[in-house]
């Protein structure tokens, strides 16, 4: 009979395990790489051109909007945008609706805010008011535009008044330098990391400030007085309640 010594099986089973670990490797790492592409409804198929390489991306186009390119690069930029509005509105109506609640402050409403200006002494008319929005806004929106066709081009000498490098921007839509104080940025895995914060938070504020449209609609109170009214009296005070939004009750 054949002998094999204790130092030959050793070798051969040692060799026979590391071709397995290897064989086994890549598939690891596929199901990795497909664990990493998240779907807003699990099982679903993720369209072909959502590919995972946008902040936020969990595969939904349930309208398939983004089949172009180029259309996909500008709702990603118009969401974003938006988000970052919506997050400075929603704090902008909470957060003093909540100082006046409390008593620390005493501020309008977001929605008398206002008219509770323009009847104030020495305000500012309306119409200068909105025309010298009109012309900043423009002015900021043309130039984001123009990054948007030419990625950085607004860093060139000669586009901004000697101060192009303030908007050089590490990428489209995030600008870094001045508007990144604490140098949040600098660190690319925190980056993306902070990306996905943002987005994932601007879409909640872009849906809280529906609500807010909505529940003034309905109550015609503003969401801090909402909230203070449901908890005094959770069982009666509600969205089923108000007489607007189930008006079939």
Known sequence: PLQI??????????????SAVRCQAPARSGV?????????????????HLKGDMPGDFGFDPLGLGKDPKALKWYQQAE??????????AAGIVLPGLATKTGVVSIPQWYEAGEVYNNSEGAIPFATLALVQFFLTHFVEVKRWKD?????????AGTFFGL????????????????????????EAALADFKL???KNGRVAMLAMLGFFAQYKATGKGPIDNLFAHLA??????FCDNGVSLPFL
């Open 148 to 156: 948007f066709e030419n990625p950085g081009g607004q860093g060139e």
């Open 5 to 18: 010594s204790s130092e030959m099986a050793f070798a051969i089973a040692s060799k026979a395990s590391s």
């Open 80 to 89: 974003l945008i938006h988000a970052r509005l919506a997050m400075t509105a």
């Open 197 to 199: 914060k943002e987005i």
């Open 32 to 48: 990795k790489a497909q664990a990493a592409l998240q779907s807003w409804l699990p099982g679903s198929e993720r369209p072909a």
């Open 164 to 187: 192009e490098s303030s908007l050089a921007g590490k990428e489209l839509s995030y600008p870094g330098g001045p508007f990144d104080p604490l140098n949040l940025s600098k660190d």
């Open 233 to 238: 009296d959770p069982w009666h005070t509600t």
